[in-house]
């Protein structure tokens, strides 16, 4: 089999670095002939782009404010995904700090195939600014959270978790930075599973 990954950031690419060792680390492609075939961000400045440059894959910039509404960017960058399809074989879109809401089409496009890390315990605290709202209510413990994306936000079906401990004098800084490190674990570990699955 062979599998395309394609990642899609917004900016510092974290999340989308860390998959990209893993693959390499735990060798994806021989494993399970998957390889992380482009990046592709909504932001020319994104700097995981380079990133992704310096280890050779292909990236793409589809900038969002080239376009009148959120469907005509959502065509574009389904399109670019799209010549990544092989033969038989489906591409992953793996969402990595992408920072755009996505149509109901693009995401029924894309259905089952289709990931998202967040940032806090799912189902709480959904949408923006998940590190302050969990130390506003006072939470001992935070964490992040891969799922599947469906059309409703930050709903799908949840494919790994982890549990982050909220220590005293925490800022959503300090919170945020302890929870990026185990977004990096949970992420291949679910990619993994995935690509397991579909072996
Ligand atoms: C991560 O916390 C991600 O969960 C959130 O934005 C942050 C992006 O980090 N959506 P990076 O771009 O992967 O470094």
């Not at 395309?4 to 510092?12: A, D, E, Y």
């Not at 860390?18 to 002939?33: E, K, M, S």
């Not at 994104?46 to 310096?54: E, N, Q, Y």
């Not at 992953?92 to 920072?99: C, E, K, S, T």
Request: contains cysteine.
């Amino acid at each position: 089999m062979k599998k395309n990954i394609v990642i899609l950031i917004s900016g510092g690419g974290s999340n989308m670095a860390a998959l990209v060792r893993a693959a390499q680390r735990d060798d994806w492609a021989g494993r399970f002939g998957a390889r992380v075939a482009a990046v592709i961000s909504n932001k020319q400045e994104a700097v995981g782009l380079d990133f992704a440059k310096s280890q050779g894959i292909e990236t793409h910039v589809v900038d969002h404010r080239l376009y009148p509404t959120r469907e005509e960017f959502d065509i574009r960058l389904a399109e670019v995904i799209s010549a990544y399809d092989a033969p038989g074989s489906p591409v992953l879109v793996l969402l990595a700090g992408f920072m755009r809401i996505l149509s109901q089409a693009f995401v029924e496009k894309f259905s089952g195939r289709l990931v998202n890390i967040h940032p806090s315990l799912l189902p709480a605290f959904e949408g923006l600014h998940t590190h302050q709202r969990a130390l506003d209510a006072g939470c001992k413990f935070a964490g992040a959270t891969v799922h599947l994306v469906t059309p409703q936000l930050d709903k799908g079906p949840i494919l790994e978790q982890a549990v982050v401990p909220v220590l005293e004098g925490d800022t959503a800084q300090t919170l945020a930075a302890r929870v990026l490190t185990q977004e990096h674990v949970i992420y291949a570990k679910a990619v993994t599973r995935l690509l397991q699955a579909q072996t």
